[in-house]
C-alpha cells in the first residue's frame, strides 16, 4: 500500500471555527490532491499542488485553503467552517510519468454542527 | 475543463448478471484508470489503459480504451456480491499530468 496517510479520521466542528486536516505521504510524488465526496457527487476535487509550495484550484475551492511547504505535506484548511463543508474528505497523490495512477488515503470525515 | 460523465450513475442488479458500465468526455486523454470504492474507504486502482482501442481484462472484469481515446468501458460478467461498490473512472490528458475524475457508478449486486 502507498504510504499515504490523513488526520484526524474523523471530526466534529462548530459552524465558523478554522479546521485544518493534514495529509502526509511517505513516496516523495509530485502530486498531492484533495477531494470532497458527497452522496451523489463522485468526487469532487478541492485543489491539487504539484510541487512544494505550488497549489492550483480545483472545481470547488471556494472556502478551502491549502498549504503545501514540504514534499510530504498538504494541508487543507477551512478558514470558517460552515454546514455545507460537512463531508468526507480524500487525499490522493500521484506521480509524474504517462500513467498518472492516483492512491488514496482513507478519508476524513468532518461534520460541521 | 475536462469532464467525464459516467453511466449509469446507479445500477442493481441480480448476481450472476453481465453488465456494462461506461465513461465518456469530449477531451481526449493519453491514459484512463478505473478505480473501485468500497464503504469507508478510499478509491483503490483496478486498471490503467493507455492505448486507443486497447482491452484489458482483469478476472471477470473488462476493461476497453476507445479507439479515440475519449472513451472507456467497464464490462462485468456474472457479476457477483464482491462487485458491489462505486466505481470511478480518471484520465490524464496530454501534457498534463493532473488527474480528473468521473462522477461514479454506485453498483449493488444482488445475492
Known amino acids: 500500500d502507498a504510504g499515504i496517510t490523513q488526520s484526524p479520521r474523523h471530526k466534529v466542528t462548530e459552524t465558523g471555527t478554522p479546521v485544518t486536516l493534514r495529509c502526509h505521504q511517505t513516496?516523495?510524488?509530485?502530486?498531492m490532491y484533495w477531494y470532497r465526496q458527497d452522496p451523489g457527487h463522485g468526487l469532487r476535487l478541492i485543489h491539487y499542488?504539484?510541487?512544494?509550495?505550488?497549489?492550483d484550484k480545483g472545481e470547488v475551492s471556494d472556502g478551502y485553503s491549502v498549504s503545501r511547504s514540504k514534499t510530504e505535506d498538504f494541508l487543507l484548511t477551512l478558514e470558517s467552517a460552515t454546514s455545507s463543508q460537512t463531508s468526507v474528505y480524500f487525499c490522493?497523490?500521484?506521480?509524474?510519468?504517462?500513467?498518472?495512477?492516483?492512491?488514496f488515503g482513507q478519508g476524513t470525515r468532518l461534520t460541521v454542527v | 475543463t475536462q469532464l467525464l460523465e459516467q453511466s449509469p450513475q446507479f445500477l442493481s442488479i441480480q448476481e450472476g448478471e453481465n453488465l456494462t458500465v461506461y465513461c465518456n468526455s469530449s477531451?481526449?486523454?493519453?491514459?484512463l484508470q478505473w478505480y473501485r470504492q468500497e464503504p469507508g474507504e478510499g478509491p483503490v486502482l483496478l486498471v490503467t489503459?493507455?492505448?486507443?482501442?486497447e482491452v484489458k481484462k482483469l478476472k471477470r472484469l473488462t476493461f476497453q480504451f476507445g479507439d479515440a481515446r475519449k472513451d472507456s468501458s467497464l464490462h462485468i460478467t456474472a457479476a457477483q456480491p464482491g462487485d458491489t461498490g462505486l466505481y470511478l473512472c480518471?484520465?490524464?490528458?496530454?501534457?498534463?499530468?493532473?488527474?480528473?475524475f468521473g462522477t461514479g457508478t454506485r453498483l449493488t449486486i444482488i445475492p
Open positions: 477531451s481526449v486523454f493519453s491514459s
Open positions: 499542488s504539484y510541487g512544494v509550495k505550488d497549489t
Open positions: 490522493a497523490i500521484s506521480g509524474t510519468g504517462a500513467y498518472t495512477e492516483a492512491f
Open positions: 480518471a484520465g490524464a490528458a496530454f501534457g498534463n499530468e493532473k488527474l480528473t
Open positions: 489503459v493507455v492505448t486507443g482501442g
Open positions: 513516496e516523495n510524488h509530485r502530486y
